[in-house]
């Protein structure tokens, strides 16, 4: 079983800027997508960002241009620089990853507990 452990999230002024980061671990397993989406009360869990094994990313429109997201294989982390903060980023955050267990051929989708982010106006 792989788990999820985020981390980063909390309390900022509009403008400044927060790192959350996310770290698998469990055994045996390879990872291809991991990301991070979102979700504000009363509204439904949205992308925010996605890199893949090789580095290629997506983002939101909402949030191009002010947060990077990026991985360490390595360490199987993913990590979302989020700067720019504004108060409409206020949600909770969730770390994903689409894991596949060594000698099995099916991907399963894991999330992360959620880390808060709140951004004052």
């Known amino acids: 079983q792989v788990q999820l452990v985020e981390s980063g999230g909390g309390l900022v002024q509009a403008g400044g800027s927060l790192r959350l980061s996310c770290a698998a671990s469990g055994n045996a397993f390879s990872i291809s997508a991991m990301g991070w989406y979102r979700q504000a009360p009363g509204k439904q869990r949205e992308l925010v960002a996605t890199i893949n094994s090789v580095g290629t990313t997506n983002y939101a429109d909402s949030v191009k241009g002010r947060f990077t997201i990026s991985r360490d294989n390595a360490k199987n982390t993913v990590y979302l620089q989020m700067n720019s903060l504004k108060s409409e980023d206020t949600c909770l955050y969730y770390c994903?990853?689409?894991?596949?267990?060594?000698?099995?051929?099916?991907?399963?989708?894991?999330w992360g507990q959620g880390t808060q982010v709140t951004v004052s106006s």
């Open positions: 994903y990853a689409s894991v596949r267990y060594s000698g099995r051929y099916s991907w399963y989708d894991y």
